[in-house]
């Protein structure tokens, strides 16, 4: 089997695990409703950008994969 199937069940296996867990923890963290994230609501239209959360996200998964980078040296 070539290494590109391979990598997209791995990645579908780990969206997956994440969605799972999303659902599960989803009502004790309120991921998408931080305080920060832009929200604008009139009258025909509703926008909204969640910037703290993004952050919060892009942090996390940095930490996460700076710890698996040491582990594979």
Do not use: C, H, Q
């Amino acid at each position: 089997m070539n290494s590109i199937p391979k990598l997209l069940m791995a990645a579908g296996a780990v969206l997956f695990i994440v969605g799972l867990v999303w659902m599960a923890v989803g009502k004790y963290i309120p991921l998408g409703r931080l305080p920060g994230d832009i929200a604008v609501e009139k009258e025909n239209v509703r926008f909204y950008f969640p910037i703290v959360t993004s952050i919060v996200v892009s942090v996390a998964l940095s930490l996460i994969l700076y710890v698996i980078r040491l582990f594979m040296k």
